[in-house]
């Protein structure tokens, strides 16, 4: 092979890798958001739930 062949296989081989790590970090962020969401969620039904138990606690 000469050396230009190897040079842009050489390139290739980078892109490729280059190209995975991309994906692996979209995939980890993805991850991250959905926990993000579900931690928001969370918390917002928590301060759901302590009004409705201020609320029950006023109407008894």
């Known amino acids: 092979m000469d050396p230009k062949q190897e040079k842009k296989l050489a390139i290739t081989r980078e892109l ?3 190209a995975k790590r991309r994906i692996d970090l ?3 962020l993805e991850q991250n958001l959905e926990s993000l969401g579900l ?3 969370m918390k ?3 301060l ?3 009004l409705l138990k201020k609320q029950n606690n006023e109407l008894a």
Do not use: C
Request: no cysteine; aromatic share 6%.
């Open 16 to 18: 490729i890798e280059n």
């Open 26 to 28: 979209s995939y980890e």
């Open 39 to 41: 931690q928001r969620r």
């Open 48 to 50: 759901e739930n302590k």
């Open 44 to 46: 917002q039904l928590n």
